[in-house]
């Protein structure tokens, strides 16, 4: 569980996407923002591409359930999803 919390968070600020601690502190969950984009919009356009996170809401946050379930492979299609997204 932590270990690939801590491998998501990695791997997205590598990406250029800081992670902040959601709330209710430390769990399974990674919270980021994509700055510009309406986190309500982003979350469809991911799903496009078979990532499923959530938005927190009034937030700009998108919350991504991370655990041992979660293979590089989704990793690496949220970051690839993430860049589309920005580009």
Do not use: K
């Amino acid at each position: 569980g932590r270990e690939r919390v801590a491998t998501a968070r990695e791997r997205l600020a590598a990406a250029g996407i800081p992670a902040v601690d959601p709330p209710g502190g430390s769990t399974g969950l990674v919270a980021f923002e994509v700055p510009g984009h309406d986190p309500v919009d982003v979350v469809p356009a991911l799903a496009e591409r078979s990532v499923l996170l959530r938005y927190i809401p009034e937030t700009p946050y998108l919350r991504l359930s991370v655990g041992p379930w979660t293979s590089d492979a989704d990793l690496d299609a949220l970051i690839e999803g993430i860049a589309v997204i920005r580009a």
